[in-house]
């Protein structure tokens, strides 16, 4: 069963910085590609990044290209999304997500955690 829990969401205003968090169980860390998706009151969760294996290879939606970044600590099990610049537009629940396959394949890249909501106001 794979775990991950997100953490750092908060209110903020726009043109702030946040980063949030993801803790993954190690049995399901391992090998694995990770990345982050997003969903707005009212609209569809929607991808925002991911990251392979060993960190080299990330891939963005157009719509926070240049503004987020994705990383990860292999020895600490943890996913991190640095965002700037933040927009209201940026504001969701931001999902961790799990690829076993360490594609990048969007196909194969599911959200197993709660969610962390992060609110930008204007």
């Known amino acids: 069963q794979v775990q991950l829990v997100e953490s750092g969401g908060r209110l903020v205003q726009a043109g702030d910085s946040l980063r949030v968090s993801c803790a993954a169980s190690g049995r399901t860390f391992s090998g694995y590609a990770m990345g982050w998706f997003r969903q707005a009151p009212g609209k569809e969760r929607t991808f925002v990044a991911a990251i392979s294996w060993n960190s080299g290879k990330t891939y963005y939606a157009d719509s926070v290209k240049g503004r987020f970044t994705i990383s990860r600590d292999n020895a600490k099990f943890m996913v991190y999304l640095q965002m700037n610049s933040l927009k209201p537009d940026d504001t969701a629940v931001y999902y961790c997500?799990?690829?076993?396959?360490?594609?990048?394949?969007?196909?194969?890249?599911?959200?197993w955690g709660q969610g962390t909501l992060v609110t930008v106001s204007s």
């Open positions: 997500a799990a690829d076993p396959t360490d594609s990048l394949d969007l196909r194969y890249l599911e959200v």
